[in-house]
């Protein structure tokens, strides 16, 4: 059973910084491109970053570039995202997600075959 569980979410000043993990297990990780995503109250689910397998590819939603980094632990089997300059916008709950395709950087939902739970990140003004 494949299981992506995610954590370090949570409340953060504008500015502030937040580190969110997502231990894979069920699955042979380093197999995988990894993503995030987001969806705030009321909007739909959004692209955030993806990493290659390997790690030595990222793709970033222009919203996050420069703040954001995407990150992976094969050996741990899990992926991170170090978010910093967190400004209110970024309030959302952020999943991870799994794309078999190991050589894809794709933005899109449907490319990615697993998802764990989310975890909530709040950041006040």
């Known amino acids: 059973q494949v299981q992506l569980v995610e954590s370090g979410g949570g409340l953060v000043q504008a500015g502030g910084s937040l580190r969110l993990s997502c231990a894979a297990s069920g699955l042979t990780f380093s197999t995988y491109a990894m993503g995030w995503f987001r969806q705030a109250p009321g909007k739909g689910r959004e692209f955030v970053a993806v990493?290659?397998?390997?790690?030595?590819?990222?793709l970033y939603t222009d919203s996050v570039k420069g703040r954001f980094t995407i990150s992976r632990d094969n050996a741990k089997n899990t992926v991170y995202l170090q978010m910093n300059s967190l400004k209110p916008e970024d309030t959302a709950v952020y999943y991870c997600?799994?794309?078999?395709?190991?050589?894809?950087?794709?933005?899109?939902?449907?490319?990615?075959?697993?998802w764990g739970q989310g975890t909530q990140v709040t950041v006040s003004s």
């Open positions: 997600a799994a794309n078999p395709n190991i050589w894809s950087l794709s933005v899109g939902l449907g490319s990615y075959e697993y």
């Open positions: 990493i290659s397998w390997s790690g030595g590819e990222t």
